[in-house]
């Protein structure tokens, strides 16, 4: 098994940026796909990004592309998502996850592990 803990959550105002991590310990970290979900206040966790076991590949929501970015590294057992360009919607708790599948897809089920998940609150 993989253990997660998020950190780097916090309260910024529109238009900031915060970095988001993800430190991994257990199995081989390099082994997992990883990915960040956010669940917004009364709304179904959801789909952010995803990047590869070699971080050669990486997807995101329509909503964050050109805005966040995912990135690892395996030398440290860690995943970062950077947010720019923050909007009040962009308000929720981000989880990040860890899947054994070479190519998960953007859904919950695609991930067998997850971390506590880390607050982020963006004011107006």
């Known amino acids: 098994q993989v253990q997660l803990v998020e950190s780097g959550g916090g309260v910024v105002q529109a238009g900031g940026s915060l970095k988001l991590s993800c430190a991994a310990s257990g199995r081989t970290f390099s082994n997992y796909a990883m990915g960040w979900f956010r669940q917004p206040p009364g709304k179904e966790r959801e789909f952010v990004a995803r990047?590869?076991?070699?971080?050669?590949?990486?997807i995101y929501a329509d909503s964050v592309r050109g805005r966040f970015t995912i990135s690892r590294d395996n030398a440290k057992n860690t995943v970062y998502l950077e947010m720019n360009s923050l909007k009040p919607e962009d308000t929720a708790v981000y989880y990040c996850a860890a899947s054994t599948l070479a190519v998960p897809s953007s859904t919950l089920r695609s991930y067998g592990y997850w971390g506590q998940g880390t607050q982020v609150t963006v004011s107006s």
């Open positions: 990047i590869s076991r070699s971080a050669g590949s990486t």
